[in-house]
């Protein structure tokens, strides 16, 4: 099956984070208007809310008064929807949105079970254990979570693995993703960073176990 765009958005404000998936670029912004216009006058309210763009004002003058931790990102990923088998209520299907946040950014993955965003959370946890933890010896099996309380303990919430599980009509994603670029034309920049952390982790991920029923959202 030909890979969807879906868009996840992640809204981190100062008492969590919320996660969303959109259907297009368009929906994901018209959230962010509505979450802004729906903060503005408690956040803001010698401010005037503007008629246009009330997002990009409302985030920026977050950020212009020092609070850079609140924030709206809106992530696309390319998926095979087809992989995701594990319905809800009627006509729902669970997405599971996995968060990786690292001192370097943030990198979100759509997962088709939770048993599939762990086993991408032990693939991180191994893959970094020998350069973040060199004096301490990697469990043989269930490595994720140690890692992550090890560095919570250590640096507090820099870094931290999520699992958010999304009820959503697949239905309603039919956006195409656009072809992979041909060989001899070479990505660069955000867009390399991009598709090297989708294709690695779906390469990680194809002998992941098969879904089972949610057992509701995950944590750190």
Not at 62 to 71: D, I, M, Q, S, T
């Given at each position: 099956m030909p890979d969807t765009t879906i868009y996840v958005a992640v809204y981190q404000h100062k008492y969590g984070t919320d996660t969303y998936v959109c259907a297009s670029e368009t929906e994901a912004l018209d959230l962010r208007d509505y979450l802004a216009r729906a903060n503005w006058a408690e956040e803001m309210p010698d401010t005037p809310l503007p008629v246009n763009a009330v997002g990009d004002a409302y985030f920026a003058a977050?950020?212009?008064?020092?609070?850079?931790?609140?924030?709206?990102e809106i992530h696309r990923l390319a998926c095979d929807l087809s992989r995701f088998r594990e319905a809800g209520p009627p006509p729902t299907t669970w997405l599971h949105i996995a968060?990786?946040?690292?001192?370097?950014?943030?990198?979100?993955?759509?997962?088709?079970?939770?048993?599939?965003?762990?086993?991408?959370?032990?693939?991180?946890?191994?893959?970094?254990?020998?350069?973040?933890?060199?004096?301490?010896?990697?469990?043989?099996?269930?490595?994720?979570?140690?890692?992550f309380t090890a560095l919570a303990a250590r640096a507090g919430d820099n870094e931290y693995f999520e699992i958010d599980a999304e009820a959503c009509d697949l239905a309603r994603f039919t956006e195409a993703a656009p072809p992979t670029r041909p060989p001899h034309v070479a990505p660069d920049g955000a867009e390399l960073v991009a598709i090297k952390a989708q294709y690695a982790a779906r390469a990680r991920l194809r002998g992941s176990p098969p879904p089972g029923r949610p057992a509701g959202r995950g944590g750190r």
């Open positions: 977050l950020a212009n008064r020092g609070r850079r931790n609140e924030y709206f968060r990786y946040e690292h001192p370097q950014g943030t990198e979100v993955f759509a997962c088709a079970s939770e048993a599939e965003a762990l086993a991408l959370r032990d693939d991180l946890a191994r893959a970094h254990w020998a350069r973040e933890l060199p004096d301490t010896p990697p469990p043989a099996t269930d490595i994720g979570k140690p890692y």
